[in-house]
């Protein structure tokens, strides 16, 4: 039986960086896959802005382009 | 009697602050410096700028380490150079639990960092429909200024002398005619080196001062919040004590009663 890679791997950018996502299918599963531990962060998919209360619902597709930001020093 | 030192507050969107000290988070040593210096500085505003998490590595957050009860954060749209990305970068800090008082900037030029206004102006608009208390970094000019009261700021910022340059108030007229034509607090963003140039900034009465590189690039840069500390608040007292009149001609402060005559 040939492996079906598509099925297996999913292709993101995740902050401009090309990865292939294993198992996760919606947007709170791509937290945990990547295991993303700042205590406050916030995600766009397709540079439209998700909120929490929707990561387990919005589902990710070959291609995605991702964003998640937190805060850093910074002045002006 | 004690001596009521400082008369009002200063208001921003639906806060009081008892500090007219904002300072920024970038460029300190560590962490652990970043802390002790905001500490010391008494400010309960800070302004963080918001960028992508580098995958990885789980670096530790500059919010592990500031007190979120103690302090207002003031997320800012630094290295922004459209509309839409101060925007959206304004959006996202919202969804990461920092609030909805943002200070917008969208640069103009790269050299000087001087702020693409009209892109300000719109971004402002279109944030301010959406919720935000918004605080832009502007020039110094006074129709703009206006324009960007009308639409609803909560403030205006305008820089007294380019970003990180600390060559200090540098349009001190121009700053004046500002805070004759708005009722917004107007805070100088931008420009300061060092603590004389804070109090300049606080005497000509401004309602605020927010600085971060002639804290954090100082030499002992903990000494330097103390000394902007006091130089905002020396500032503040000067100003609502009302200065004397600048005259051209000596006026003695000793009578002319009583002097011996030879």
């Known amino acids: ?37 700042a205590p406050n962060f916030a995600m766009a998919l397709n540079q439209q802005v998700v ?11 070959e291609n995605d382009e991702v964003e998640i930001v937190h805060a850093v020093g910074g002045g002006i | 009697m004690i001596m009521n030192t400082q008369k009002e507050f200063m208001k921003i969107g639906d806060k009081t602050f008892k500090s007219r ?3 920024g988070t ?4 560590s962490f652990d410096e970043t802390r002790q210096a905001i500490e010391i ?14 995958l990885d590595k789980n670096k530790d957050s500059i919010l592990n380490h500031l007190d979120p009860k103690k302090y207002t954060f003031l997320p800012n749209t630094a290295g922004c150079y459209t509309l839409k990305e101060a925007v959206m970068t304004c959006e996202l800090a919202r969804e ?3 609030g909805n008082i943002v200070k917008v900037e969208v640069i103009g030029d790269e050299k ?12 402002s608009k279109l944030l301010i429909k ?13 129709v703009l200024c206006k324009k960007l009261e009308d639409i609803g700021c909560a403030a205006v910022m305008p820089l007294a002398a380019p970003i990180g340059s600390g060559l200090g108030i540098r349009n001190p007229y121009n700053i004046k005619l500002i805070l004759e034509a708005v009722s917004i607090p107007v805070i100088i963003d931008a420009g300061v080196g060092t603590a004389s140039d804070a109090s300049r900034a606080m005497e000509l009465g401004v309602s605020g001062i927010l600085m971060n590189t002639a804290i954090a690039g100082a030499k002992d840069p903990l000494k330097m919040s103390l000394a902007m500390k006091m130089a905002v608040e020396c500032g503040r007292m000067a100003y609502e004590a009302g200065r004397i009149p600048k005259k051209l001609y000596a006026s003695a402060s000793s009578p002319l009663d009583g002097l011996i005559e030879l």
């Open chain 2, 41 to 54: 500085s008494g400010a309960e505003m800070v302004t963080v700028a918001v960028r992508r998490i580098e």
């Open chain 2, 130 to 142: 959406d919720g935000f208390h918004v605080l832009p970094y502007c020039t110094d000019d006074v």
């Open chain 1, 51 to 61: 909120p929490k209360s929707k990561y387990a619902t919005t589902p990710i597709q």
């Open chain 2, 21 to 23: 000290l904002i300072v």
């Open chain 2, 96 to 98: 990461a639990g920092l």
């Open chain 2, 26 to 29: 970038g460029k300190y040593k």
């Open chain 1, 1 to 37: 039986m040939s492996l079906n890679f598509r099925e297996i791997f999913l292709k993101l950018t995740i902050n401009g960086e090309d990865r292939k996502i294993l198992k996760s299918k919606n947007l709170e599963d791509l937290i945990r896959e990547l295991d993303i531990q």
């Open chain 2, 112 to 123: 000087t960092l001087f702020p693409d206004n009209e892109a300000t102006l719109e971004a």
